[in-house]
């Protein structure tokens, strides 16, 4: 299935060529580990993960279009 | 007193009398400083109905017992008065270098009564102060206004000022310290302007005495290592790309206000986030006083029709400028913002006023022959040419200069400003982040996070993710975000740093680690529930205050675009924001009334009956 990602500030680094917006194949059945297996984001690097706008943790299963946006957590403003 | 200088500065501009005051040790302890004293003495001080025009307003610069310490982010002052936006009071906080000085110049708060016959400026130069005539400063803007004010006292003094627009009593304008600090919103120039008081100029000397001053400095290091590690394996994104670095949290939670408030998301948000700006114009980031984050921006345009040099654009700025009205040129932004800063007038209110003409004519109720010049979404010429014709009142200036409220009422649809008391929004959308609607509801300044900011749980994930489409359980942890901001706003504290390292993640963000800086500062011991006490005995005697001035439920309201449209796209589409439930519990948990009034037990267990 397609999905696209979208990976911004520090996480534009794990992107293909690194471009922040891109489609990406993934394996039917999979969730957000996987994803960021694929990317090769560590577990541990925090971030900001969303799905479709909401918030996701890594169980949250990736249906075919789906919009995945990952960031550095932020404050101020 | 440590912590304290224990000495306040009275200045009455009518009979340009000026006297030494002992600040009261219990007053002190109850209400802290900086915010606390300010609805201290607003409320001893002033009827609540005052004419914020009148010479029987006062305003109130107060710094805290944190200010100058070396406690990080210790570098904030207050000015509180009654507002001529709102009607209410203002709570209007700055950084930079000039409150400390203030500081150290002798005082903890200088209280400012009268209206002087000519335009004056007031220097304290460690610990003597004088009124001087400012004749020669009326009509120059901030910067020229610092620049001859340094020459004309001692170079190393620190100024702040108004511009044109508080001279001209601009409802928005503002008071800006080290030449690009603003204390902005609410209007707090223009009734410094109302006294013909231009400027303020500090010297001072020595630094600011501690209880433990050991101890202090070993807790001090103790909270900068702590921080320095953080920063190491994530960097802060506040040092990165400043606060406007928040645009991509925003657009893609799809709460950055756009088109007047009508839409989430912004096409053009790439254009106007804090990485485009760090790539384009930044030259160097600035640090206020003790601060290790240095959220500041310096930077320069030098795109035609658009140069200049100076400081920002922040976060609110961007989007007040910038989605809100459709623009997606930074140059044009970041030149808005300077000729802001130079005539001293507040970015949001200013931003959102021209987004809010910009849609009455789009509607057809405002023709661009009243404005003289097209005014079309997305115009950013327009911005520049409306934002100094409104610092000068010149024109349709004179009308913006207003605000968004009174502009939109005028031309008939007073729906169309997107406020709160009269009182424009900061750029976080209610309908997809619920407990920001109540924040700006209850806000004793009207439209702000500041006093209170719901982003840091329902949008950044500190100390934890609150989901942010729900409604349920905001009202107290709004009230417990509010508490810990008034305690932040009275320390002298940045609520940037506070709230992520001196705030324990349990308990309703318990201020922890403020209660042991005060305590190793001031030698008070405060306990912890004494300390949570006085930021609940602020807001509720900043309530009084609004109560007496006619304020009540029915004022604690969000306009109807945000509670009965739902967001028509992105990922909040749907929602409206569900203010009447959230204010409910919300009262409830202050011990407000239904309508909200603070109760008589209430009063009594704070100590604020009279
Ligand atoms: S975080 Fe920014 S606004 Fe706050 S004290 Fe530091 S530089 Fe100033």
Redesign the interface.
């Known amino acids: 299935m397609d999905v696209q990602v979208k990976l911004y500030g520090l996480f534009k680094k794990y992107a293909p060529e690194e471009r922040q917006e891109f489609q990406l194949k993934l394996p039917p059945d999979s969730n957000v580990k996987k994803l960021l297996k694929i990317l090769n984001i560590p577990f541990e690097q925090e971030r900001t993960l969303l799905v479709n706008g909401q918030l996701a943790g890594l169980e949250r299963r990736l249906e075919s279009e789906d919009i995945i946006v990952i960031f550095s957590p932020m404050s101020g403003g | 007193m440590k912590g304290w200088v224990g000495k306040i500065l009275r200045v009455d501009l009518t009979t340009k009398k000026i006297k030494e005051e002992i600040l009261d040790p219990k007053v002190a302890k109850d209400y802290i400083g900086g915010r606390g004293l300010g609805i201290y003495y607003l409320n001893k001080e002033i009827d609540p109905g005052t004419d914020p025009f009148s010479p029987q307003n006062i305003i109130i610069m107060a710094t805290g017992p944190l200010t100058g310490t070396g406690a990080p982010t210790g570098a904030r002052y207050m000015v509180m008065t009654k507002s001529p936006l709102t009607g209410a009071i203002t709570c209007s906080n700055a950084g930079g270098r000039f409150p400390t000085e203030m500081k150290r110049s002798g005082y903890d708060a200088i209280v400012l009564s009268g209206r002087a016959a000519e335009p004056l400026y007031l220097y304290i130069d460690q610990g003597t102060a004088q009124l001087r005539s400012a004749v020669h400063l009326w009509g120059q803007d901030t910067h020229a206004t610092t620049d001859t004010l340094l020459q004309e006292t001692d170079p190393k003094a620190r100024v702040a000022c108004i511009g044109p627009a508080g001279e001209k009593l601009v409802l928005f304008a503002a008071i800006m310290n080290d030449r690009d600090r603003a204390a902005g919103r609410s209007g707090v120039g223009a009734v410094m302007g109302s006294k013909n008081l231009k400027a303020i100029v500090v010297k001072g000397k020595g630094s600011v005495q501690l209880a433990d001053p050991d101890g202090f400095k070993a807790f001090n290091k103790d909270i900068l290592n702590k921080y320095k590690e953080a920063v190491a ?6 040092t ?2 400043g ?1 406007a ?2 645009v ?2 925003t657009q ?3 709460v950055l206000p756009t088109k007047n408030w009508q839409l989430g998301t912004f096409e053009g948000w790439q254009e106007i986030q804090g ?1 485009s700006l760090s790539k384009k114009f930044l030259v160097k980031n600035k640090a206020c006083y003790a601060c290790p984050i240095a ?1 500041g921006r310096v930077t320069r345009v030098t795109e035609p029709g658009f140069e200049g040099e100076g400081e920002g654009p ?3 700025t961007v989007y007040a400028m910038g989605s809100n009205c459709m623009i997606d040129n930074l140059a044009a932004i970041t030149k808005a913002n300077y000729i802001c800063n130079e005539l001293g007038l507040d970015t949001i209110t200013m931003g959102a006023t021209v987004a809010c003409a910009m849609e009455l004519v789009d509607r057809g109720y405002l023709s661009e022959d009243d404005i003289g010049r097209p005014l079309k979404w997305g115009d950013g010429e327009a911005l520049v040419a409306l934002t100094r014709m409104t610092g000068n009142r010149e024109g349709f200036g004179d009308l913006l200069a207003e605000g968004s409220y009174r502009l939109a009422e005028r031309y008939g649809h007073p729906e169309l400003a997107i406020v709160s008391k009269k009182q424009e929004f ?3 959308e209610p309908r997809g982040a619920q407990a920001m609607g109540l924040a700006y509801a209850t806000s004793p300044i009207g439209g702000s ?1 500041m006093r209170g900011d719901p ?2 749980f329902e949008l ?3 100390p934890e ?1 609150m989901d942010r ?1 729900q409604w349920k359980g905001k009202g107290i942890v709004t009230k417990a975000f509010q508490d810990i901001s008034a305690i932040i706003d009275a320390a002298g504290l940045c609520i ?1 740093f506070s ?2 390292n001196l705030a324990s993640k349990d308990l309703g963000v318990a201020p922890v680690g403020i209660l042991k800086y005060l305590n190793m500062a001031t030698g008070v011991n405060y306990t912890l529930e004494e300390l949570q006490k006085a930021g609940e005995r602020i807001i509720t005697a900043e309530r009084l205050f609004l109560n007496k001035a006619g304020f009540d439920r029915k004022d604690d309201s969000l306009p109807t675009r945000l509670t009965e449209k739902p967001m028509p796209e ?3 589409k749907g929602m409206v924001c569900h203010i009447d439930e959230m204010l409910d519990e919300y009262y409830q948990a202050r011990g407000w009334t239904p309508n909200g009034i603070p109760t008589p037990e209430l009063l009594e267990k704070l100590g604020l009956h009279q």
């Open positions: 394996k994530t960097p802060l994104g506040l990165v790309n606060t670095g928040v991509v949290a893609n939670f799809g990485e959220c922040e976060y609110e900061p750029g976080y996070h982003a840091y950044f994930g500190v993710f489409l940037f709230i992520r992105g990922p909040s």
